[in-house]
């Protein structure tokens, strides 16, 4: 079957066995399938449509390149290769799934929903804006000011683990690069760790 795929020319019988597994969607946990696509284009296209159905916070990462290559075009040519977006734009309530492992726990394909965004030194404290009323940077007692760099901002994401659990955490950025056995970086990309709701193949 696979192989009629890569083809192009399915037979009446694949065809119905691939219609036989047709059925409604269990979203449960809140999860929406993912979307799998040949092409990072149509991924991003995916992307930006669900993105626009949210009217929420959104924040915007713009990637950190680096790495001895100065040649322009071998230079993005490479780092087309990296899962990692140049640019993610990101909003509370958006579906997002991990495309690095974190720990044992929290795996590439790891899916999850952005709860907030939150500067990294403030989060898990009194200062944390757990509860989304604006307050980030004032603590629950006082609601004093405090000086927060607000481009610091960084997503929380709520992740569904197995036996139907949940499990919060805050998604930082990671380096991918190019690097030879010699130890000099080519090309490199600091973005943060996940990629949302549609999936490009690597191929």
């Known amino acids: 079957m696979l192989n009629e795929m890569r083809f192009g020319r399915l037979s009446q019988e694949s065809i119905a066995r691939f219609k ?3 059925r409604p969607i269990n979203d449960s946990d809140g999860l929406g399938a993912t979307e799998l696509f040949p092409r990072r284009d149509d991924v991003e296209r995916s992307n930006n449509g669900r993105m626009s159905h949210l009217q929420t916070e959104q924040k915007d990462f713009v990637a950190s390149d680096g790495g001895t290559i100065t ?5 993005e040519k490479m780092l087309a290769n990296f899962m990692a ?24 394909g790891s899916m999850g929903k952005i709860l907030r ?7 898990g404290t009194d ?10 940077g004032k603590p629950k007692s006082e609601r004093k000011k405090t000086a927060t760099t607000k481009d610091m901002f960084m997503p929380v994401v709520e992740f569904s683990v197995p036996n139907r659990g949940r499990r919060e955490a805050l998604i930082m950025t990671e380096t991918w690069k190019v690097e030879l056995p010699s130890g000099e970086v080519q090309v490199s990309r600091t973005q943060v760790w996940y990629l949302f709701f549609g999936l490009c193949p690597r191929t």
């Open 85 to 108: 977006p140049k640019k993610l734009v990101l909003r509370v309530g958006a579906q997002v799934m991990l495309i690095k492992n974190m720990d044992e726990m929290l795996v590439n």
């Open 127 to 136: 200062y944390d804006d757990v509860d989304g009323s604006g307050n980030a």
């Open 20 to 22: 036989s597994l047709s």
């Open 71 to 75: 040649d322009p075009g071998q230079r």
């Open 117 to 123: 965004f939150v500067d990294p030194a403030l989060y």
